[in-house]
């Protein structure tokens, strides 16, 4: 999932540096989302483990 996420951002970047502004901002909300999504189920993921 962190992988998608990366490629997403890469994605946004290219976008912004291209000037498409409505795809760079949307590539970045995805991105954001499956950062957050991802850094979920990890934290998850460390206490199942834990215990």
Known sequence: MLHYA???LVIALIAAVLGFTGIA???SNIAWIL????LILA???FFRKKV
């Open 6 to 8: 990366i490629i997403f």
């Open 35 to 38: 950062f957050v999504v991802f």
């Open 25 to 27: 901002g949307a590539a």
């Open 43 to 45: 934290i998850v993921s």
